[in-house]
């Protein structure tokens, strides 16, 4: 029991952190996405040839695109190569952490599921999870046929089945 | 008829599995056909030799179904 506690503890810690770097690392992707690449040619050419040499007109299209416009200081042509290296680069870190919080997540599924079983009852919790299972299965966009919603409710309809083969028709609901 | 009524649950049992079954059937062979392990053809092949597999599973559920509830009904009649 202790040990389902400190999963559940130190999954629910994981998954808050990468959730959160996973909105940190797609802001500052975003802010280098091609649109802001092209605001701040825009900015620059406005402003004379390129980057601007005045350091206020310089300071306030720094304060507009932070990251952008300190890439406008780098020879022109290799503005938007390092912005698209930055960006990808923020992208994977993103990426990487949806991971681990989808992981952290099934884990932390796993292990409350574990938890409420040896507290209260096997039967009981798996009954409850079926349920909500297929409501979801049911409510889903993923499932768009019946095909889809029996592979959905495969797991819940043979663990039943199996109960009811293994078990018989009123033991099947007991614990034990 | 009660013995009918077994009967009846387990062919729905057995529909409900073959159901099942045959969407996993169709999801697996076109995963391993995607995979480039097996070429379209042999894809189709995977596909209607799980299918044959999942008809004979599918009788084989509906008989065990069809034993445990007939089996009850016996023990029940015991007491």
Excluded at chain 1, 30 to 42: I, N, R, S, T
Excluded at chain 1, 108 to 129: E, P
Aim: hydrophobic share 50%; glycine share 8%.
């Amino acid at each position: 029991m202790k040990k389902i506690k400190t999963l559940l503890i130190s999954f629910s810690i994981i998954l808050a952190l990468s959730i959160g770097g996973a909105f940190y690392f797609n802001s500052l992707g975003e802010k280098l996405g091609p649109q802001v690449l092209d605001d701040c040619f825009w900015i620059c050419n406005g402003l004379g040839d390129g980057c601007p040499s005045d350091e206020l007109e310089y300071k306030a299209c720094y304060e507009k695109n932070e990251e952008i416009c300190v890439l406008c200081k780098v020879d022109k042509g290799q503005k938007a190569l390092l912005a698209e290296a930055k960006q990808e680069k923020y992208y994977n870190y993103m990426y990487s952490l949806i991971w681990v919080s989808f992981t952290s997540g099934v884990i932390i599924l796993i292990s409350f599921i574990s938890y409420l079983s040896i507290k209260y009852s096997f039967i009981r919790t798996i009954g409850a999870v079926s349920v909500l299972w297929t409501i979801a299965a049911l409510t889903s966009n993923l499932v768009y046929s019946i095909s889809t919603f029996f592979i959905f409710i495969a797991p819940v309809l043979f663990f039943w089945l199996f109960r009811f083969i293994r078990f018989g028709p009123i033991r099947m609901f007991k614990d034990g | 008829m009660k013995e009918f009524l077994a009967c009846i649950a387990a062919i729905i049992a057995a529909l409900i599995f073959t159901a099942i079954f045959g969407a996993i059937i169709a999801v697996i062979s076109t995963v391993i056909a995607s995979w480039g392990l097996a070429t379209y053809s042999v894809g189709g092949v995977l596909h209607t030799s799980g299918n044959i597999i999942n008809i004979f599973l599918s009788f084989y559920v509906g008989y065990k179904v069809y034993k445990r509830i007939t089996r009850v009904k016996v023990n029940q009649a015991e007491e």
